[in-house]
């Protein structure tokens, strides 16, 4: 984000780069400076004769080339936005001519989704050069509670962080998703009110008692009623909680179970850094750690692996949801 920043303060400051290289597997950041650039370089009156938006599956490297290759007209520059540009990888090199030499008067802009450039090829350190190259890295999941609060505050909201986890237990890493969301509930809450579970429940459809998360954290205090309950919650609302997602995640709670304890250094800083989780929830970890010795939670990752190539189709002759649910509490739990 603070790259994102520097890259606005510098195109308001009005030193504006003739070629924007925006790259990475994270493609907020990428559609999110693309699209300040669109609403920002050019005055209005100028955008319909000098702003030219390509699409990479219509297009080749020589027809950007071509359009960035025009003189504007009545204005000082162009703007010229190639989106989904991933599409032109195979020919992407063919940028490098252009950026040795590239028009003084346009802005291109090259949106190159979900895939990088060599950072050890010519074509880059020549658009290094050029421009600017800037790669859009996906966040870890213990990264977009802090990403979250930080959007938040710039919104004049605040969150509370069961409410955070469960943005990110419900939509992951996929940062539009989760701003898409986050307009939502701008819109019908006030400058300075906290974003809370219910909230979101009433709001977004997350439910605060029947989530993820909450199965996650049962299982951890070994509630098996409360485990059980969710369970079959799932199972009855299959579409909003697909088992895939379900099992995936208390793959990974297992996961960093394991990893928690074969740490030497259990200091809680050290250990939130290890499992990439918000220290806020530390305490849910505190409270599996004593409940599932090393050895038993070795063989649930095993187990959980098992459901896994179940829910998948594969040896299971289509057993329901709710049975795969129960199997894996069961072998959990016992």
């Given at each position: 984000m603070?790259?994102?920043?520097?890259?606005?303060?510098?195109i308001?400051?009005?030193?504006?780069?003739?070629?924007?290289f925006?790259?990475g597997?994270?493609?907020?950041?990428i559609?999110?400076?693309?699209?300040?650039?669109?609403?920002?370089?050019?005055?209005?009156?100028?955008r319909?004769?000098n702003q030219?938006?390509?699409?990479?599956?219509?297009?080749?490297?020589?027809?950007?080339?071509?359009?960035?290759?025009?003189?504007?007209?009545?204005a000082d520059?162009?703007v010229?936005?190639?989106?989904?540009?991933?599409?032109?990888?195979?020919t992407i090199?063919?940028?490098?001519?252009?950026?040795?030499?590239?028009?003084?008067t346009?802005?291109?802009v090259?949106?190159?989704?979900?895939?990088?450039?060599?950072?050890?090829k010519?074509?880059t350190?020549?658009?290094?050069k050029?421009g600017v190259v800037?790669?859009s890295k996906k966040?870890?999941e213990?990264?977009?509670?802090?990403?979250l609060?930080?959007?938040l505050?710039?919104k004049?909201l605040?969150?509370?962080?069961?409410?955070?986890a469960?943005?990110?237990?419900?939509?992951?890493?996929?940062?539009s998703?989760?701003?898409?969301?986050?307009?939502?509930?701008?819109i019908?809450?006030?400058?300075?009110?906290t974003?809370?579970?219910a909230i979101?429940?009433?709001?977004i459809?997350?439910?605060?008692?029947?989530?993820?998360?909450?199965l996650?954290?049962?299982?951890?205090?070994r509630?098996?009623?409360?485990?059980y309950?969710?369970a079959?919650?799932?199972?009855?609302?299959?579409k909003?909680?697909?088992?895939?997602?379900?099992?995936?995640?208390?793959?990974?709670?297992?996961?960093q179970l394991?990893q928690y304890?074969?740490?030497?250094?259990k200091n809680p800083?050290?250990?939130?850094s290890v499992?990439?989780?918000?220290?806020?929830f530390?305490?849910d970890?505190d409270?599996?750690?004593?409940?599932?010795?090393?050895?038993?939670?070795?063989?649930?990752v095993?187990?959980?692996?098992?459901?896994d190539?179940?829910s998948?189709?594969?040896?299971?002759?289509g057993?329901?949801q709710?049975?795969l649910?129960?199997?894996?509490?069961v072998?959990?739990?016992?």
């Amino acid at each position: 984000m603070d790259e994102v920043l520097k890259i606005i303060k510098e195109i308001q400051a009005g030193n504006i780069r003739p070629i924007y290289f925006l790259m990475g597997e994270e493609p907020y950041y990428i559609d999110k400076l693309a699209e300040y650039i669109e609403q920002n370089i050019l005055q209005e009156h100028e955008r319909d004769f000098n702003q030219t938006v390509l699409y990479g599956r219509d297009v080749t490297i020589e027809d950007v080339v071509g359009n960035a290759k025009r003189f504007p007209m009545m204005a000082d520059r162009q703007v010229v936005i190639v989106k989904e540009a991933q599409d032109l990888s195979r020919t992407i090199d063919k940028l490098e001519s252009y950026a040795e030499n590239p028009q003084p008067t346009t802005v291109l802009v090259i949106c190159y989704k979900y895939k990088t450039l060599d950072k050890r090829k010519k074509v880059t350190k020549v658009l290094e050069k050029a421009g600017v190259v800037f790669e859009s890295k996906k966040l870890y999941e213990n990264q977009v509670g802090t990403w979250l609060v930080r959007v938040l505050q710039g919104k004049k909201l605040n969150i509370e962080p069961k409410a955070a986890a469960m943005f990110v237990d419900f939509l992951g890493t996929d940062l539009s998703r989760i701003a898409n969301e986050i307009d939502k509930l701008a819109i019908i809450l006030k400058p300075g009110e906290t974003i809370t579970p219910a909230i979101i429940e009433q709001n977004i459809g997350f439910s605060k008692d029947f989530n993820p998360f909450e199965l996650r954290k049962a299982i951890g205090e070994r509630n098996q009623l409360k485990a059980y309950q969710i369970a079959d919650h799932f199972a009855k609302n299959p579409k909003d909680n697909p088992i895939v997602l379900t099992i995936g995640l208390v793959y990974s709670f297992f996961s960093q179970l394991l990893q928690y304890h074969g740490l030497k250094d259990k200091n809680p800083k050290n250990v939130a850094s290890v499992l990439k989780v918000n220290p806020f929830f530390l305490k849910d970890y505190d409270v599996a750690l004593r409940n599932y010795p090393m050895k038993k939670v070795s063989a649930i990752v095993g187990t959980l692996r098992d459901i896994d190539v179940k829910s998948k189709g594969v040896g299971a002759n289509g057993l329901p949801q709710a049975d795969l649910l129960k199997e894996m509490l069961v072998k959990i739990f016992n």
